[in-house]
């Protein structure tokens, strides 16, 4: 058997093997795609395969969707190449349950992926037929945090950046400067309103992408590339609308095991691979059963009709206290404490760490305890349900096969949210946020994974982040079995109101936390003991 469009031919060999196949015309759906697309996405990795292709699966096998979505990757090419091109666009879902059993399912839903390279005068002029054609409805995106970002941590534009500044629309390489560059084109074609809706793990997700369009506009606008006619464009909500959104599904590396099972029931070319940009994908995605997404129905072009996949549709103080109370209490806070200390305490799966005393101690302390009392309660979801949820049968999941060392990627790009929201209601509520300890401990704890060496003294690559190499230069004297040499080295991140929201001094915790990650670099084992002594 084989993930292409004639392989499914082969429906009874599927059958056999317990996949299940697409009960309409792939083919057909997207050759109506390409003429006239309703759905783009931006970041076309593993999440969005399973979960918003899983959505619009499930909205073309009930006859409420028409079209698929049409896929854009602006980052790592080598997505479209080896994942995409050789498996015609389709997907092997394969949901993990706590059980052990396992749900297979083929998704068509994914119709065209598309380059984003200016560079590539055919790829160029296809994105901009895309996004100029009236009947496109909406804009998604699933480019991590990072993805939004313009500017360093003082504030001024990465280099990249100024170079799309400078260079214009024609030859745009960052997201932000692309999908710009995109409304430009729709706006030239009749300027059709449209929804640019974030679905990424970050704190008011639309505003971030807003921000991030509209300062690329602004500056563009000093230089002369556009005019006042596509500022208003782009700033009238009535024409482009930035939805805010709250999405949850755990979603690990896919699994070599799970692609050797697949390829024993005789599904051939199962086996990740690793991008040059260090993606691992595979031409299957794994991922638990739970989902949810939320999202501010504010759709100026119409939109498809999600909530009939189990999406919810409501208003933004919703998405926003569903969003704060998943990013910043119940779900990503925990991943962001426990990653670390995983790393640093020898631990491999997420779900193993989750059996350790110690770290059920400190995650119910950041959730449950210094979480729950400032967590919003956004009424469509109960808080407390949702982090039972997770402590009870989403993150113990052994199937699912979550690394502590995924949970680490790009960590510095949402310690505001997941850390900093939290200590910033405290001092709203106390004056400071001296009451914290858990999530002190967190951030130390993050800090000490960041010297690349565990309780034992065995050394470790670090996951991916744009932070990394700054922060291990900036600690690089520190002397594990040497405490004194921390000196004023974790004063400059502390302090950081671009990366915490806060300065951490000035909510009382700064001090705190240099003393914890002080005791935590004393030498072999130090960590174990001092977590075991805060949290005692």
């Given amino acids: 058997m084989e993930l292409t469009l004639e392989g499914l031919k082969n429906r009874e060999e599927w059958e056999k093997a317990s996949i299940v196949l697409p009960g309409y015309d792939v083919a057909a759906v997207a050759q109506e795609t390409k003429k006239a697309p309703k759905w783009i996405h931006f970041g076309i990795g593993n999440i969005f395969r399973i979960f918003l292709g899983g959505i619009a699966d499930t909205l073309l096998e009930n006859g409420e969707l028409d079209r698929g979505i049409t896929c854009v990757e602006s980052f790592d090419y080598d997505v479209v190449d080896k994942i995409y091109d050789p498996y015609d666009n389709l997907v092997l879902s394969v949901i993990l349950h706590g059980d052990g059993t396992q749900e297979k399912r083929v998704l068509g839903s994914l119709t065209e992926a598309i380059k984003a390279q200016s560079c590539d005068a055919d790829a160029w002029k296809r994105l901009k037929e895309v996004f100029g054609a009236p009947s496109l409805q909406m804009v998604s995106f699933t480019i991590t945090e990072k993805g939004y970002a313009l500017k360093k941590a003082d504030g001024t534009f990465f280099e990249f950046i100024e170079k799309d500044i400078e260079n214009g629309p024609e030859k745009g390489t960052s997201a932000m400067a692309i999908v710009t560059a995109m409304l430009l084109e729709r706006y030239r074609n009749g300027a059709v309103p449209l929804a640019l809706v974030s679905m990424d793990n970050c704190s008011q997700n639309g505003e971030k992408l807003r921000e991030s369009v509209l300062t690329m506009t602004e500056e563009w606008k000093k230089r002369g590339f556009v005019d006042d006619g596509f500022v208003a464009y782009v700033n009238d909500e009535t024409k482009v609308s930035f939805p805010w959104t709250m999405i949850d599904k755990i979603t690990p590396r896919p699994s070599e095991k799970i692609a050797n099972e697949l390829e024993e029931t005789g599904v051939k070319g199962m086996q990740p691979v690793i991008t040059s940009k260090r993606t691992y994908i595979a031409p299957f995605v794994n991922a638990e059963g739970p989902q949810y997404l939320v999202v501010e129905d504010s759709f100026p072009n119409g939109r498809p009709a999600l909530e009939k996949a189990g999406v919810y549709m409501t208003d933004r103080d919703t ?3 569903s ?20 790393c640093v305490l020898g631990y491999d799966l997420f779900s193993d760490e989750m059996k350790d005393e110690d770290m059920l101690k400190l995650a119910n302390r950041v959730g449950y305890v210094e979480g729950m009392e400032v967590v919003p309660d956004p009424k469509i979801l109960s808080p407390k349900a949702f982090l039972d949820e997770c ?4 993150f113990p999941n052994p199937y699912l096969g979550d690394t ?19 200590v910033k209601s405290y001092v709203a509520k106390y004056g400071d946020a001296k009451k914290l ?4 401990l967190a951030i130390a704890g993050w800090l000490r994974y960041l010297l690349g060496v565990d309780d034992e003294g065995r050394t470790y690559e670090l996951a991916p982040d744009p932070m990394a190499e700054e922060m291990q230069k900036q600690l690089s004297d520190i002397v594990i079995g040497d405490p004194s040499s921390l000196k004023d080295q974790l004063k400059w991140i502390l302090s950081n109101e671009n990366v915490f929201y806060i300065n951490l001094y000035e909510a009382g915790i700064g001090e705190l936390i240099e003393e914890i990650f002080r005791e935590e670099i004393a030498g072999k ?3 174990r003991a001092t977590v075991q002594k805060y949290l005692a």
Avoid: W
């Fill in 319 to 321: 998405v926003n206290k």
């Fill in 525 to 527: 084992g130090a960590v």
């Fill in 391 to 394: 402590m009870n049968e989403r």
């Fill in 437 to 440: 300890i858990g999530i002190p």
């Fill in 323 to 342: 969003e704060r109370m998943k990013v910043t209490v119940c779900l990503n806070p925990i991943h962001t404490a426990l990653g670390p200390y995983g």
């Fill in 404 to 422: 502590c060392l995924r949970l680490c990627t790009d960590s510095s790009q949402g310690l505001g949210v997941r850390f900093g929201v939290t």
